[in-house]
């Protein structure tokens, strides 16, 4: 089994950061008031940002080394 860990890591990440979006984009415009005790930044929105671009890496890298390897065993 030749499994790299960094993909699932990645679609992870990129999932539940793209999910984090948009409740972050829905929660803005239904409940504004909510981001009231966070001095009004939206973190969902941040954090989802700051996940998907960590889980786009982390896949990218994951495909990278999968693509890699083949080449590595001639």
Known sequence: ???DIRLPIGLL???LGG???VYGLWTQFSDPN???RSLGLN???WWGLVM???GTFMTWLG???ATEK???AH
């Open 43 to 45: 973190i969902n929105l």
């Open 1 to 3: 089994m030749n499994l």
């Open 19 to 21: 999910l984090l979006i």
């Open 52 to 54: 998907s671009l960590f």
């Open 34 to 36: 909510m981001y009231d």
């Open 13 to 15: 990440f990129a999932i």
């Open 63 to 65: 495909r990278k080394g």
């Open 70 to 72: 083949p080449q590595q």
